[in-house]
């Protein structure tokens, strides 16, 4: 499931043509201060996950699907106004988040962040963790 980074629009475009593909949900840029913070986690609407590229070796379960896509529904406010959070001292970790609404700029420390952006930090360490068999 090879996708450009930064070409997610065309991706969810095409995602679902012809019954090949899943469409996708989001892809996650991760990055920061500590070692393991590099990532890049694209998640398809039928929980099949890329990690780093690369396709992980098991897909989403059913009730990690369902939170996926509550956390991309959750999305299409701050993602389609572009949010875009500054982090405060002592971030240590950075995430920009895209869907087909748009994208999301924030830090784990990030003032007055909307739940959803909680909900997606948790899903992407345990989605590290558990599926791409990541330290997270």
């Known amino acids: 499931m090879p996708l450009a980074i930064?070409?997610?629009?065309?991706?969810?475009?095409?995602?679902?043509?012809?019954?090949?593909?899943?469409?996708d949900l989001f892809i996650v840029y991760r990055s920061g201060s500590t070692a393991q913070a590099k990532l890049t986690l694209l998640v398809d609407e039928e929980g099949g996950v890329t990690c780093n590229g690369r396709a992980a070796a098991s897909k989403l379960q059913d009730a990690q699907i369902v939170e996926a896509r509550d956390i991309q529904e959750e999305l299409v406010?701050?993602?389609?106004s572009h949010l875009s959070l500054a982090p405060r001292a002592g971030s240590v970790l950075n995430y920009i988040v895209r869907d087909e609404s748009g994208s999301v700029r924030f830090s784990d420390n990030s003032?007055?962040?909307?739940?959803?952006?909680?909900?997606?930090?948790?899903?992407v360490l345990q989605t590290a963790q558990q599926i791409c068999g990541l330290p997270g």
């Open 6 to 23: 930064g070409a997610v629009g065309a991706a969810l475009a095409f995602g679902g043509c012809g019954g090949v593909q899943a469409a």
């Open 111 to 123: 003032a007055a962040q909307p739940a959803v952006l909680h909900k997606l930090q948790l899903f």
């Open 77 to 80: 406010k701050p993602s389609s």
